[in-house]
């Protein structure tokens, strides 16, 4: 039931992509999956560290979170609906700044990330953190910058990963090709240095002992989480198949709105995917390092959204000087919109496939839920 009133909101708001009624029963809706679910791999986890009070089990900021949950009486349910309320209090703030199809948005990031998300709430959490992170710096004043610098500590006393996306200070309008090739020259090189050396894994292990974090940090194939060459392969096309959509949607936009704000946060947004370049070294070395790609993915559904909305703008305009029906206009962005949708569906398939080490389909677990059996 939970999958098809999500495919439901999902087609909803292909049709009715500024509906602020369908925007926030969409925001609405995730906040329920999120909060009530009963099948998530890692929910029986968190619950027991949870309700045995156990100090220092997670990030700072995250074990601070759970202690003060339950130091007001929260049970483990309600302290997963204040993460719901501050994941979706994020997403807002986020989805905000496109100011036109934000229900196309929210729909496309229902599809994917969130399922994933559902499992992993302090990624999850750490996610929508980073994502309005992001928005800062589509103003590049040393202002944004430093609000960026905030809200990535912010997600990092969250979720440790997050502090790889420090690499995003290395954000430049107008990426030349020069620079991708560069980029690829460190992945390789990354790549060399993360299977044969220990060099990695020895500087990290000077400031943590975490059993978790050293599991992550080392390659081979008797390790968990160590990716196949079919999941790596896997990786590598979501990756570049981000950077290959976000680029055609930075054009799409640069046609229209070729010196505007729009532009600007378009050429933002496709340069993140290609600094991502960067983050393949640890993709080779354990799988979960997925959830960087996805939290890219997330901040792509605002560049996508928003080229939809230009798209359909740009059609209507010559729809009305043209005399002719704006049916074609309106089926034109729908195509668009079901073509980055598509992509989105692609992404959330590889979250079920078993080489991720997730021990059930996300599909699986977001149906398990205690009000949409």
Not at 20 to 25: M, N, P, Q, R
Not at 183 to 211: C, K, P
Not at 290 to 295: A, D, G, Q, T
Request: proline residues 3%; hydrophobic residues 50%; positive net charge.
């Amino acid at each position: 039931m939970s999958i098809v009133i999500l495919i439901t909101l999902f087609v909803m708001a292909v049709f009715i992509p500024r509906s602020k009624l369908l925007y926030w029963g969409i925001m609405v809706y995730m906040w329920l999956l999120f909060s009530l679910n009963t099948g998530a791999p890692d929910t029986s986890v968190y619950e027991w560290i949870y309700n045995e009070g156990m100090r220092d089990a997670f990030e700072p900021l995250f074990s601070a979170m759970m202690l003060f949950g339950r130091s007001v009486g929260l049970s483990f349910v309600e302290f997963r609906m204040v993460i719901a309320t501050l994941l979706i209090f994020f997403l807002n703030l986020t989805f905000r700044k496109i100011c036109q199809l934000k229900a196309l948005a929210a729909a496309m990031y229902m599809i994917a990330p969130f399922p994933w998300q559902i499992s992993g709430m302090r990624a999850a959490l750490a996610c929508a953190v980073v994502m309005y992170g992001f928005t800062f710096l589509f103003d590049g004043s040393k202002k944004n910058v430093r609000g960026y610098c905030i809200f990535l500590l912010i997600a990092t006393l969250i979720h440790y990963s997050s502090i790889l996306f420090g690499v995003m200070f290395l954000v430049k309008k107008n990426t030349t090709k020069i620079r991708i090739i560069l980029f690829l020259i460190i992945a390789i090189m990354g790549i060399l240095i993360v299977q044969h050396t220990n060099l990695l894994l020895n500087i990290v292990s000077h400031y943590t002992d975490r059993e978790k974090i050293i599991t992550w940090l080392s390659g081979g194939g008797e390790k968990e989480g160590y990716p196949n060459l079919k999941g790596f392969l896997a990786e590598l096309i979501i990756l570049f198949g981000n950077i290959y959509l976000t680029q055609k949607a930075k054009r799409i936009v640069g046609r229209h709105d070729s010196t505007g704000s729009q532009f600007r946060t378009a050429e933002i947004i496709s340069d993140l995917n290609i600094i991502t370049i960067l983050f393949i070294p640890f993709l080779r070395l354990n799988d979960t390092y997925m959830r960087l790609i996805f939290v890219i993915h997330g901040i792509n559904t605002v560049l996508y959204a928003m080229t939809a909305y230009i798209l359909q703008k740009y059609s209507e305009n010559v729809a009305n000087a043209s005399k002719v029906s704006l049916v074609y206009p309106r089926m034109k962005v729908g195509l668009y919109a079901l073509a980055v949708s598509g992509w989105t569906y692609i992404i959330a398939f590889y979250q079920t496939l078993p080489y991720l080490g997730t021990p059930s389909s996300v599909f699986v677990f977001l149906g398990e839920n205690s009000m949409f059996p």
